[in-house]
T-cell receptor, first 113, second 111 residues
Framework: NAGVTQTPKFQVLKTGQSMTLQCAQD?????MSWYRQDPGMGLRLIHY?????ITDQGEVPNGYNVSRSTTEDFPLRLLSAAPSQTSVYFC???WGQGQETQYFGPGTRLLVL | KQEVTQIPAALSVPEGENLVLNCSFTDSAIYNLQWFRQDPGKGLTSLLLIQSSQREQTSGRLNASLDKSSGRSTLYIAASQPGDSATYLC??????????FGKGTMLLVSP
């Protein structure tokens, strides 16, 4: 098992550019989510999914888009990057709603100039 | 809205000391509480998961307790070692496997 994988590890964007952060898991987990981590703010939930075809917004969803076409993949799209989106992004997955450990990917460091 | 607070924000101890990290949360309607470790520039490693019906969990030198009614959890680290130096994060699961995190306690254990 590779667990939760994220690509790329590091990315530099210019303001206004778009990109997709990839997240994949090979544990057949139904629940997946995206967080961003900023100094002094901790980790905050961006979007989450409770299964293929089902997504919902978290605490800080503005400027981000998600879809879940398969159980394995949960990409995060930045529609028009802004410097405020400079952050470290983590993807997480778990099997059940409340009984299971959350597994986190290694993160993607994004710098928006 | 669930809010999670961790105290202290930073802690520096000599090797061998026993220490306690504190976590409090505002809404007691949780599924579980999880403690993570994060090394600088790295991802999150799960240390302990306590279900809402449990009072404590132990793994090696680590012991986590949960008092759901008062909205508190503690992480006890016995006989601390320099390798324990990291940031420790507390997170509560209030549903849909989404977590609300505290800002963490940065621990430094000196030899």
């Amino acid at each position: 098992n590779a667990g939760v994988t994220q690509t790329p590890k590091f990315q530099v964007l210019k303001t206004g550019q778009s990109m997709t952060l990839q997240c994949a898991q090979d544990m057949n987990h139904e629940y997946m989510s995206w967080y961003r981590q900023d100094p002094g703010m901790g980790l905050r939930l961006i979007h989450y999914s409770v299964g293929a075809g089902i997504t919902d917004q978290g605490e800080v969803p503005n400027g981000y888009n998600v879809s879940r076409s398969t159980t394995e993949d949960f990409p995060l799209r930045l529609l028009s990057a802004a410097p405020s989106q400079t952050s470290v992004y983590f993807c997480a997955s778990s099997w059940g709603q409340g009984q299971e450990t959350q597994y986190f990917g290694p993160g993607t460091r994004l710098l928006v100039l | 809205k669930q809010e999670v607070t961790q105290i202290p924000a930073a802690l520096s101890v000599p090797e061998g000391e026993n220490l306690v990290l504190n976590c409090s949360f505002t809404d007691s309607a949780i599924y579980n509480l999880q403690w993570f470790r994060q090394d600088p520039g790295k991802g999150l490693t799960s240390l302990l998961l306590i279900q809402s019906s449990q009072r404590e969990q132990t793994s090696g030198r680590l012991n986590a307790s949960l008092d759901k009614s008062s909205g508190r959890s503690t992480l006890y680290i016995a006989a601390s070692q320099p390798g324990d130096s990291a940031t420790y994060l507390c997170a509560v699961n209030s549903g849909y496997s989404t977590l609300t995190f505290g800002k963490g306690t940065m621990l430094l254990v000196s030899p």
